[in-house]
């Protein structure tokens, strides 16, 4: 198969069952689930807290194994320690050596994916100008904020020059314009040619960002498809003008009411919440 029609991520068929400890029961995390992520889209996998979105995600890396079914990257089964080489992972609750700097943190990761010399310093330059923390090179990882680390967890994920993207939940705890920023970066990664998936529970973002959603709710695939076909309205239309006149739009409404179509709503489209809080705190580029 050429290369470009291989999924960068295939899901067959996939169950999670996770025994509790001392216990008769067990909570079924993933139910038969199935889904491919197609080479150079964003994928928002998406779903309320527990609904198997990062169990999912690690049952991709092979970092928990299935009950059931099969994964792959880029046809590689997740089983395989080689699918894994072109994939960078930001985890939920990412853990870093807080007395590491920044610059320190990044060395180290591109020490392990196998980066030395001119190289490794040349890539942990660029790293840190691409997430905006080439001012915070020399400091702590301790004294860092959540957004910091964020987007340290972003680099990290970086560093081997992944085609696969996996972020679980890559805004959590980051502020409105630090949250946007990182939208900035994926949609960045996107022009690339890199291939993303993601967690969030930023809904507006994810609409922004995402080409394909899959929406889990207790562990089952409820929903999923092109996010603009899912979300759009099929029997509405919607007519934005600029500069109408009032005799034009009294024109528009005795068209409408004279046919079989009905006007539902006529009003100023609004910005979002978090656009008008960027406005107000002049983080609006
Ligand atoms: N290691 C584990 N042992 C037992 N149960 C687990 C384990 N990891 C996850 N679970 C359970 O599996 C279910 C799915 O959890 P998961 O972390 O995948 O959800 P999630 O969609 O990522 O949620 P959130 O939005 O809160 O991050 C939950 O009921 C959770 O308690
Ligand atoms: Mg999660």
Redesign the pocket.
Known sequence: MADSLVPAISIRNLT?V???PFKRER?V??RNLSLHVEPGQVYGLL????????????IILGL?SPTEGTTTIFGRDSSEVESREQVGFLP?NPYFYKFLTGEETLFFYGKICGLRGAKLRERTRELLALVGLEGARDRRLGGYSKGMLQRIGLAQALVQEPRLLVL??PTAGVDPAGSREIRDLILNFKTRGITVML?S?LLEQVQEICDRIGI?HQ?KLVREGRLEELISIENQTELILENASPDLLRQIGALVSGSDAKLIAQHQPQRTLERFFLEVTGKEK
């Open positions: 999670k996770y025994p509790i909570v995390a993933v779903g309320p807290n527990g609904s198997g979105k990062s169990t999912t995600m690690k928990v939920e679980d939940e967690c529970h889990l562990g």
